[in-house]
C-alpha cells in the first residue's frame, strides 16, 4: 500500500494507433492501478482493478537500455496475458525473449474489485537484475472487452501502437517505496 500506484483506465489512457476512442460506459467498467517492485531474480507488478475483466487481456514491454536510449526505436521484450479460471493467469513471453523459467501470476476477485499479482524473471528481457541505471522502460497495454464485444485499448504512456518503445513510460528503482522522484513525460505536438 505504501508505493507509488499508476492508473491504466483514464479517459486521456483509452487510446490506439488512431487517436483517441474509449468504448467503456464509464471509466469504472475498467480502471486498474499498478504498482512495481525489483527483487533479486524477478521484476514484480501488481494491479488493482475496478470491472469485469474476464474477457480482456494486457501485454506489458519491458525496454532495460540505458536511460540515454529509453525513448528511441530499439529492441524490447513483452510478456502477454489474461484472467484465466480459478486464480489463474494465462501468461507467455514474448518472441524476442529467450528464456521465462519463473514467469508467473495469479489473481483474486472480491466483488467489483480484482487484485492481479504477476512475476517475471529478469531473462525474459536478457538480464539478471534491475537495470543499473535504477530506471527500466516499462508499458502496459490492456485490451478491455466489454460484455457486449466493444474493445477499449488503455494504454498507460503510449500515444500510438505499443509495439514501439518510443512511448514507453519509466519505472525507477527508489530506496523507499513512497519516494516521490518519478520521472515525468511531456509531449509537444
Not at 543499473?132 to 500515444?159: P, Q
Amino acid at each position: 500500500t505504501s508505493h507509488v500506484w499508476s492508473p491504466v483506465g483514464e479517459k486521456c489512457q483509452a487510446r490506439f494507433a488512431q487517436g483517441p476512442e474509449d468504448n467503456r460506459s464509464s471509466i469504472s467498467e475498467c480502471y486498474l492501478r499498478w504498482a512495481f517492485k525489483a527483487g533479486k531474480e524477478y521484476f514484480y507488478a501488481a494491479a488493482s482493478a475496478r470491472g469485469e475483466l474476464s474477457r480482456d487481456s494486457f501485454t506489458i514491454f519491458f525496454d532495460p537500455r540505458g536511460p540515454a536510449r529509453l525513448g528511441t526505436v530499439g529492441r524490447y521484450y513483452w510478456v502477454s496475458g489474461s484472467l484465466g479460471p480459478d486464480g489463474t493467469l494465462g501468461l507467455a513471453r514474448g518472441e524476442t525473449s529467450r528464456e521465462d523459467k519463473g514467469l508467473a501470476g495469479r489473481w483474486a476477485r472480491s466483488g467489483d474489485e480484482t487484485a492481479i499479482e504477476l512475476r517475471v524473471p529478469y531473462a525474459i528481457f536478457e538480464a539478471t537484475s534491475w537495470p543499473a541505471s535504477g530506471d527500466l522502460g516499462i508499458s502496459i497495454w490492456w485490451i478491455h472487452v466489454s460484455s457486449d464485444g466493444r474493445r477499449t485499448n488503455l494504454m498507460w504512456s503510449e500515444d500510438g501502437h505499443p509495439w514501439n518503445p518510443r512511448w514507453y513510460g519509466v519505472v525507477r528503482l527508489q530506496a523507499r517505496p513512497d519516494e516521490s522522484r518519478l520521472p515525468y513525460m511531456t509531449r509537444v505536438r
